[in-house]
């Protein structure tokens, strides 16, 4: 099994750009989500998924868009980057199936430079 | 709202030494416990867990114990080696979401 998923694992973006990180999973799991990383400050939800087709804000929304069609895949997108964006992403899936401990898996992250 | 509190970082141990990172929660109802290890350049993969009070976790040497009197789920090891250092974040998890510490960076010198 190849897990979760992530692309591209660098970039560098201008401000005011768009761009879509990947994120896709071979567990057949239900829930999936989108973290960022920063210094000191651990990592923060951005948005959640718990089924195709349902998306809702985590902590930290604003400035991203997310969209869940299919259980597999559950990109996020930047519609006008910003330096504050810079970060890493992480995107983790769960399964959420009956005696489920909550665990998450990771993606090895995508770290995001906007100059 | 649900909250984790770690000891804050960085921690320097040499080789063999023995580790406890601090962890404390705040949740309603009974959360799920989480040690999750960040190795450089990689993702978050998880270190142990523990479902219930008074579980103990344990994985690679490394142990917690749900405590839910003191609300504390402290990471353990007798004996550290130069391979552990990395960044160590406790989590919980309760409804629909897993709620990170700040994470601990932790560094082992031989």
């Known amino acids: 099994n190849a897990g979760v998923t992530q692309t591209p694992k660098f970039q560098v973006l201008k401000t005011g750009q768009s761009m879509t990180l990947q994120c896709a999973q071979d567990m057949n799991h239900e829930y999936m989500s989108w973290y960022r990383q920063d210094p000191g400050m651990g990592l923060r939800l951005i948005h959640y998924s718990v089924g195709a087709g349902i998306t809702d804000q985590g902590e930290v929304p604003n400035g991203y868009n997310v969209s869940r069609s299919t259980t597999e895949d559950f990109p996020l997108r930047l519609l006008s980057a910003a330096p504050s964006q810079t970060s890493v992403y992480f995107c983790a899936s769960r399964d959420t199936g009956r005696g489920n401990t909550g665990e998450l898996f990771f993606g090895e992250g995508s770290r995001l430079t906007v100059l | 709202g649900d909250s984790v509190t770690q000891m804050e970082g960085p921690v320097t141990l040499s080789e063999e030494a023995f580790l406890t990172i601090n962890c404390t929660y705040t949740a309603t109802g009974y959360p799920s416990l989480f040690w999750y290890v960040q190795y450089p350049g990689e993702g978050l993969q998880l270190l142990l867990k523990?479902?219930?009070?008074?579980d103990k976790g344990s994985n690679k040497g490394f142990e917690a114990t749900y405590r839910k009197e003191t609300t504390s789920f402290h990471l353990e090891k007798g004996s550290v080696q130069v391979s552990d250092s990395a960044v160590y974040f406790c989590?919980?998890?309760?409804?629909?979401?897993?709620?990170f510490g700040s994470g601990t960076q932790l560094t082992v010198l031989p």
């Open positions: 989590a919980l998890t309760s409804a629909r979401q897993l709620t």
């Open positions: 523990a479902t219930k009070a008074d």
